[in-house]
């Protein structure tokens, strides 16, 4: 059974700081992994979606890297902003006996940028 | 334009009254999914549908139900919500088929109050 594990679970920075997430997984066999942001109370937003023969993604100030065998992500935030703050979820896609695959979520990291 | 469309975006009940949330998809993908998500925590699958047939997990209560009429509409029903259904419910379509082009797409989800 697939699981995910999100590290540090919540982190509060300064403005302008650089910023890793990290996000591990148990089980090597995905195909996708995606990254998503969710404000309080609301739906989930996607960020970065990295294919399994990707190594990462980069979109504005987000970069997201994929290391399979290891079993690890990161989300890499540049300049980080007041806006930035929200929870930052890992997911990943394993095929799961089905013809459709199944995702599974990790807890999340809840950013916090204090201006 | 929304894809994934999910009425209402808030609802309040009351101890016992059965209620429904409603999921629209724009997109003919013919799996769809409902998660639940409580406070803090990770989005748990609940069931989903590929086509017609239905596919429960298998902690999911008894007390959850779900419809789909047709390809485009998915319904979750909660015959007696407790307080502990208390959540965010979030419904997600996907094309069939596994690889890279999996992605599961996500609506803005319904934040379910037990009074």
């Known amino acids: 059974k697939q699981e995910v594990t999100q590290i540090p679970a919540a982190l509060s920075v300064p403005e302008g700081e650089n910023l890793v997430l990290n996000c591990s997984f148990t089980d090597s066999a995905i195909y996708n992994l995606q990254w998503f942001r969710q404000d309080p109370g609301k739906g989930l937003t996607s960020l970065l979606l990295i294919q399994s023969s990707q190594r990462e993604q980069t979109s504005g100030r987000l970069n997201a890297s994929l290391d399979k065998s290891s079993g690890r992500s990161t989300l890499y935030i540049a300049a980080s902003q007041p806006g930035d703050s929200a929870t930052y979820l890992c997911?990943?896609?394993?095929?799961?006996?089905?013809?459709?695959?199944?995702?599974?979520f990790g807890q999340g990291t809840i950013l916090t940028v204090h201006p | 334009d929304a894809m994934v469309i999910q009425n209402p975006r808030y609802q309040v009940t009351q101890f016992g009254k059965p209620v429904t949330l409603s999921c629209s998809q724009t997109l003919n993908h013919n799996v769809m999914y409902w998660y639940q998500q409580k406070s803090s925590q990770a989005p748990k699958l609940l069931f989903h549908y590929y086509d017609k047939d239905f596919n429960n997990e298998a902690d999911t209560p008894d007390n959850f139900q779900s419809r789909r009429p047709n390809t485009s509409f998915c319904f979750l029903d909660i015959r007696s919500p407790g307080l502990g259904d208390a959540a965010m419910y979030l419904c997600?379509?996907?094309?069939?088929?596994?690889?890279?082009?999996?992605?599961?797409?996500f609506g803005a989800g319904t934040r379910l109050s037990v009074l």
């Open positions: 997600a379509t996907s094309p069939s088929g596994q690889g890279v082009k999996n992605i599961q797409y």
């Open positions: 997911a990943v896609y394993n095929a799961g006996g089905t013809s459709y695959g199944k995702l599974t």
